[in-house]
């Protein structure tokens, strides 16, 4: 099992560019989420979704926007990057929305 | 608004030692309660589930106490690569979107 991973790894983008990061799950996960996590700032959910087709926003939703076509993927866009959107965005996924949530390795985002 | 607060620290804390965090949420109703560890510049990764009868893992003993609202991480013969920022997770008590994070207590343990 690959578990949850991520990419890329690192990306830096202008202000105003769009991007799509990735998201993978190989374990059958019906829930999955997005972070992102700043200094000082600790975790915040950005999106979520229960299962394919589903998605909610959570804390922070605006700038991004997320889709479930399968239950494998879900990738998170970014519609035109701002500077306050430099951060490290982590994917995770559990069984239910009550489980324990495995983590990705994270992408590293800078927004010039 | 759902809360989760721990003590940012840094906790310093000689090889060898016992070092206890402690963790209080907001939500009465909440179901689920972990730790986690973050390494630096790394993603979480769950150290142990919190039941309410407790929970050991070696080293690490963590507790529940739903009447006063807060959990607890007890680490004994503490390590170096105990060294870590630690998480509180609550989860449930509410939507989906229950899940939430603590903004971690800062452990250094010293040789």
């Known amino acids: 099992n690959a578990g949850v991973t991520q990419t890329p790894k690192f990306q830096v983008l202008k202000t105003g560019q769009s991007m799509t990061l990735q998201c993978a799950q190989d374990m059958n996960h019906e829930y999955m989420s997005w972070y992102r996590q700043d200094p000082g700032m600790g975790l915040r959910l950005i999106h979520y979704?229960?299962?394919?087709?589903?998605?909610d926003q959570g804390e922070v939703p605006n700038g991004y926007n997320v889709s479930r076509s399968t239950t494998e993927d879900f990738p998170l866009r970014l519609l035109s990057a701002a500077p306050s959107q430099t951060s490290v965005y982590f994917c995770?996924?559990?069984?239910?929305?009550?489980?324990?949530?495995?983590f990705g390795p994270g992408t590293r985002l800078t927004v010039l | 608004r759902k809360e989760v607060e721990q003590d940012p620290g840094p906790f310093n804390v000689p090889e060898g030692a016992t070092v206890a965090f402690n963790c209080t949420y907001s939500n009465s109703a909440s179901q689920s309660f972990f730790w986690y560890r973050q390494d630096c510049r790394k993603e979480p990764k769950l150290l142990m589930s919190?039941?309410?009868s407790g929970n050991e893992d070696g080293r690490f003993t963590a507790q529940l106490n739903r009447a006063s609202q807060y959990i607890s991480l007890l680490i004994r013969d503490s390590k170096l690569s105990d060294s870590a920022t630690y998480l509180c997770?609550?989860?449930?008590?509410?939507?989906?979107?229950?899940?939430?994070f603590g903004k971690g207590t800062h452990l250094i343990i010293q040789p």
């Open positions: 919190v039941y309410s």
């Open positions: 979704s229960v299962g394919a087709g589903i998605t």
């Open positions: 997770v609550v989860n449930g008590g509410g939507g989906a979107d229950g899940l939430t």
């Open positions: 995770a996924s559990s069984y239910r929305f009550i489980n324990e949530q495995f």
